[in-house]
């Protein structure tokens, strides 16, 4: 069935540096791709979409390019700050189903 | 649109007694969600509806656990007889058209301690 393989945490890292968090998936068809937030005391809430091969979605400095040829959906952000400290969650493909179970998600956190 | 809404926002009971979370999606979604969160066990999915209707409980712990969605604008969990392990956030979400790419819209959740 569709699913998502992320990277796991937590990750820790200095203000400014460069994040990379991982994701790949396995779809049967071209699903639209999600990375979710979760930031402290909140629920999950939409950080970025792609709907189609190549498509990059991007939001608050995070970008991710959906990848065919690798099934990937990384997530990157050039500089990150404290106040992005958060899970990250990639969410399952949806394209044949709408059993949205996510995985542990990454915890980040930024230090100054 | 005032998004997902959740009560109550703390829930603190002895173990024993009944439990019921609250959930009212946004209008005009027809996929419910709930989901648990713990440090331990991270983000679960107990049950989903569409249009109303269950579709899969197999991420519901045990017998004591049930959800209802007796309308489009509202479901329940209920947790009866509650017990220290159900301890837990419980997030309601709702969408549109998961399968049509829409976004899953989550509420504040509920803090639930179980004593």
């Known amino acids: 069935g569709d699913s998502v393989t992320q990277m796991e945490g937590p990750v820790t890292l200095s203000e400014e ?25 909140e629920g999950l809430q939409l950080l970025l979409k792609a709907t189609k091969a190549d498509d990059k979605g991007s939001n608050k400095g995070f970008e991710a390019t959906y990848r065919k040829e690798t099934t990937s959906f990384h997530l990157e952000k050039g ?11 990639c969410a399952p493909p949806t394209y044949n189903n709408n059993d949205m179970r996510f995985g542990a998600g990454t915890r980040l956190t930024v230090k100054p | ?14 173990m024993g007694q009944e439990v019921t979370l609250r959930c009212k999606p946004i209008s005009g979604h027809n996929s419910l969600f709930w989901y648990r969160q713990t ?42 007889p509650s017990e220290p392990r159900d301890s837990a956030v419980y997030f309601c979400a709702s969408s549109l058209a998961l399968r049509q790419g829409e976004k899953l819209f989550f509420g504040s959740g509920t803090q639930l301690s179980v004593l």
């Not at chain 1, 500089?79 to 969650?89: E, K, M, N």
């Not at chain 2, 989903?48 to 329940?76: L, Q």
């Open chain 2, 1 to 14: 649109d005032a998004g997902v809404i959740q009560s109550p926002r703390h829930e603190v009971t002895e």
């Open chain 1, 79 to 89: 500089s990150v700050q404290v106040s992005d400290s958060a899970v990250y969650f």
């Open chain 2, 39 to 80: 440090m331990m066990r991270g983000l679960e999915l107990l049950i989903y509806f569409n249009n109303n209707v269950p579709i899969d409980d197999s991420g519901m712990p045990e017998d004591r656990f049930s959800a209802k969605m007796p309308n489009a604008s509202f479901s329940t969990l209920k947790i009866q």
């Open chain 1, 17 to 41: 540096a460069f994040l990379t968090i991982n994701c790949t998936y396995t779809a049967t068809g071209y699903p639209s791709l999600f990375w979710y937030v979760q930031y402290p005391g």
